[in-house]
Structure formats: C-alpha cells, structure tokens
C-alpha cells in the first residue's frame, strides 16, 4: 500500500532563516506530488505540483520554492522566511493517470517568529 | 475569483440527524469533484467524488449530489455523528490539479 511521510511535524523559525520541508512517498511509482498551505482559519491553497522529476508548477508567486530531486521525493524550501509564511504545510500525491483523487500527508505546522 | 465556493463557514447538527454540506463552482466544464474531510493538525482524508455523468453517489452514510445545471454539489451525512465533526473541503478536478472551497466545519452535537 501506499503511504506518505512529512517531516518535521512541527517547526518554529525566525524570520529570515531558510527552510526545507521534505516530503516522500512509498509504494508507487512517477506520482504527482503537491505541496499546500493552510494559513488559519482558510482552505487549501496549492503552492506547487510536479508531474516528474525535476518538473515544476508554481501556483502563486511567493518566498517559498519546491524540487523533486527523486522520483518519490518533494521538498519545499525557502532562503529567508516572513511572518506571513507561517501555517500548515502538506504533501499531496495521486497516481498521475485520469483518476484525480489525492492522498495527502499528515502535514507540518509551520511557526514564524 | 474563487472557482470553488462553501458560503457556509459552519455548521451545526444534532447527533442522528442530517448533514447538509453545500458547494458551488463557477465552471461548467468540470467534470470530476470531490469532498475531503479534515480533522485540526491532521492532512485532509478523500470521502467520496462524483463524475459529472452521474448526479448521485452513495457511499455507507455519505451520499454526495450533483447539480450541474445550477453547478452546485452538496455532501449528506445520514446519520450524523460526533466523529464527523471536522472541516469538509469540497473540491473540482482542474487538469492535474484540485481547487478547494474554504471548508465548512461541521459541529455534530451529542
């Protein structure tokens, strides 16, 4: 079966200090991986996505970036975190093919002092 | 311009009853949807989808319709439990991407 990890689940970080989030996927292969925030209190707002390896969809221009250095594998990182960056961070894979269901990860909860 | 909308920020319901959680979209040609459940601090769960060729789908107690002249969707939850409460986000097919509605949190009572 399939499963997702994230880590870390929670992390506090000053402003102005960089950021990595990793992201990985177990039990399929060529996914597409997304990558959300929830700020509070708001929906799901879709940052990146990439069908392959190395390829990259951004969504809305931000201080954040993303890359897929292996196939099962995203990581969302930042130079210098802002305030407004702080929120719940997660990691979305589906299959790829006509089916558009999304399994999402269990998410990381992202301070910003 | 949102493209997904959940007018209802919350809503609440007595233990037993019905759940009626409602969606709208802006666009007719969408064609797949789908409703999430999210409990706080945890990644949001796939409850049921529906295909714009069918107007009803039923799984266990969630059944979700499907509206498309008036682009609407709505999620029913017969019987209602504690264990639902949580944030419903509705969501629509767009290529290989979802666009979700800002979610309802739902309040079942005991």
């Known amino acids: 079966s399939q499963t997702i990890h994230q880590w870390p689940a929670t992390l506090v970080q000053p402003v102005g200090s960089p950021l990595s989030l990793e992201c990985t996927v177990e039990g399929t292969s060529n996914p597409n991986l997304y990558w959300y925030r929830q700020a509070a209190g708001r929906g799901l707002q879709l940052l990146f996505y990439?069908?392959?390896?190395?390829?990259i969809s951004s969504e809305v221009p931000q201080n954040l970036s993303a890359s897929r250095p292996q196939d099962r594998q995203f990581i969302l990182s930042s130079k210098k975190l802002l305030l407004s960056d702080s929120g719940f961070y997660l990691c979305a894979w589906s299959t790829g093919t006509g089916f558009n269901e999304q399994f999402f990860g269990p998410g990381t909860r992202l301070t910003v002092l | 311009d949102q493209q997904v909308k959940q007018n209802s920020p919350s809503l609440s319901v007595q233990e037993g009853r019905i759940s009626i959680l409602n969606c709208d979209y802006t666009n007719s040609m969408f064609d797949y949807f789908l409703w999430y459940k999210k409990y706080p601090a945890e990644g949001p769960t796939f409850l049921i989808s529906i295909s714009s060729i069918k107007d009803k789908n039923e799984d266990g107690r969630f059944t979700v319709f499907l509206n498309k002249s008036a682009k609407h969707l709505s999620l029913h939850i017969v019987p209602s439990q504690p264990g639902d409460s949580a944030v419903y986000f509705c969501a629509v097919a767009y290529g290989n991407k979802l666009v979700f509605g800002a979610g309802t949190i739902l309040r079942v009572k005991s």
């Open positions: 990439s069908v392959g390896i190395g390829q």
